[in-house]
């Protein structure tokens, strides 16, 4: 497996002392450019306990394998400020757990120095303060030392290299984009949450499914309608701490169907779970399977594919300035894009690590993560499978079916239902995403359909024959 290397300079380490949480931070983009060392945010923290159970919780998960778990690396914690809220993201090392704390303007009482991302060291003696963190503590939160307290540190420049596996890198894509599918199905007030929370089974390798039932959640072993499944309930563990602050809990999945099994035919989907704080959100999002990361659903192919949509994605890109909502009207009507090409738009920004999606508020939000949009499209070997299929010409569509001829054999496809006669398709049945020749003959069916409607507008706009 290919790894990028992430490097993190700090002008010191993060520290909790007298009430005082300075989170030191690394490179990043503002909007101001990029910084070495941004500063967003001065102020107080509302709620000090669940703050830091919240902080300590995101870097948990950065830290840990949920399957298979052995010592690694962890990768440190981002931050967005964008305006009135703080946003804390990381991704488990397994690449099968995301977790994002938000804290929203309730809960901060301070000034904003700047918005944009950045990563914020995380280290073993923080960690240790944050678990002490009481309810009656008061609070200070900086993020990005300010000019008085670099000075103090001696210069300390903290230092670090950590690996970024491509599956890592391509999860954190496309965990955004499996989100924006997914629909509220469940809410549980504070104490129905702590108990469906507490009950849950402990063995890594279970899958149940949730389904409403009046006030609470009851598990089944088989999917039902309006169930939401839960792979490996053991990696919401990280929600247990929290759930003396809990006052409720959402469930959010897409609506279970016949097209996402596993191996022994039982039903199963990726799900999300966001514990409503004071103030703050706590959500964990986790991949259909225990074993199976994020990294290789195949949500964004589709999109991606399109001649039109990196074009696109420049466009709106120039449009965002970190805000908390990104709302696709405004963007359509400022751009002059239709909305579905600016939905496919936030995709290719979503590759690129410039937007997230929100649940609560169902929409995205910018914020720019420290790699590249080209080298995470590199990083799905299918789309470039499929462009090579392209490019050598090994696509002949017709109508609604295209033959592509890959490894010496002809493969058919089918357009309107993305069905294809290779091993791909009869393993998931477009669950994991298309294959690399359903992606090669949307790819030349769309360039076909363009081309034709240029033909035809040019017949229209010709010389008047006299």
């Known amino acids: 497996m290919t790894n990028a290397v992430q490097a993190y ?128 503590d008061p609070l200070h939160l900086g993020v990005g030392h300010d000019e008085l307290t670099v000075t103090t540190l001696d210069g300390a420049v903290v230092e670090k290299k950590v690996p970024l596996p491509e599956r890592w890198l391509r999860g954190f894509a496309e965990v955004q984009v499996i989100a924006s599918g997914f629909d509220l199905r469940a809410e549980l007030a504070g104490p129905h949450a702590v108990r469906f929370l507490r009950g849950l089974p402990k063995k890594a390798n279970t899958t149940v499914w949730a389904v409403p039932a009046g006030r609470e959640l009851r598990l089944t072993s088989a999917p039902a309608p309006g169930a939401v499944c839960l792979a490996g309930p053991h990696r919401l563990a990280t929600m247990l701490p929290l759930l003396r602050f809990a006052r409720s809990l959402r469930a959010y999945g897409p609506a279970v169907t016949a097209g996402s099994r596993t191996m022994s035919g039982s039903e199963v989907a990726a799900s999300a779970w966001e514990l409503e704080l004071p103030g703050m959100r706590y959500t964990l999002a986790i991949s259909p399977e225990a074993w199976r990361g994020f990294s290789g659903e195949g949500a964004v192919l589709s999109d991606l594919a399109t001649d039109e949509a990196a074009g696109d994605a420049d466009v709106i890109g120039m449009l965002l300035n970190f805000e908390p909502i990104v709302e696709v009207g405004l963007l359509a009507e400022r751009s002059g894009l239709p909305p579905a090409r600016v939905k496919a738009a936030l995709t290719q920004l979503g590759v690129a690590g410039r937007v997230g999606y929100d649940l609560a508020e169902a929409a995205h939000f910018h914020r720019e993560l420290p790699y590249d949009r080209d080298h995470v499209r590199a990083l799905n070997p299918r789309l470039v499978s499929a462009r090579d299929l392209v490019e050598s010409g090994a696509v002949r569509v017709s109508g609604d079916t295209a033959d592509v001829t890959s490894n010496g054999e002809i493969r058919r496809v089918r357009l309107s239902d993305g069905s294809c006669t290779c091993a791909w398709w009869f393993d998931h049945r477009g669950s994991r995403g298309p294959c690399k020749h359903v992606l090669a003959a949307r790819i030349v069916g769309a360039r076909t359909t363009t081309e034709e409607a240029a033909t035809d507008q040019g017949a229209l706009t010709g010389p008047a024959l006299t």
Do not use: K
Request: glycine share 12%; charged share 20%.
């Open 9 to 136: 300079s700090y002008a010191g380490p993060s520290m909790l002392t007298e009430g005082h949480l300075g989170l030191s931070t690394s490179g990043g983009r503002t909007t101001r450019g990029l910084l070495e060392h941004p500063r967003f945010f001065s102020g107080l923290i509302t709620q000090a306990a669940p703050a830091a159970g919240g902080l300590l919780a995101v870097a948990d998960v950065a830290l840990t394998r949920y399957h298979q778990p052995r010592p690694g690396w962890t990768r440190d914690p981002v931050v967005t400020c964008d305006g009135d809220r703080l946003r804390f993201e990381s991704f488990s090392a397994c690449g099968g757990v995301y977790a994002r704390l938000d804290m929203l303007a309730p809960a901060l009482d301070g000034e904003v120095v700047d918005r944009g991302t950045t990563n914020v060291d995380v280290n073993l003696p923080l960690r240790e303060a944050l678990a002490r963190v009481g309810a009656r």
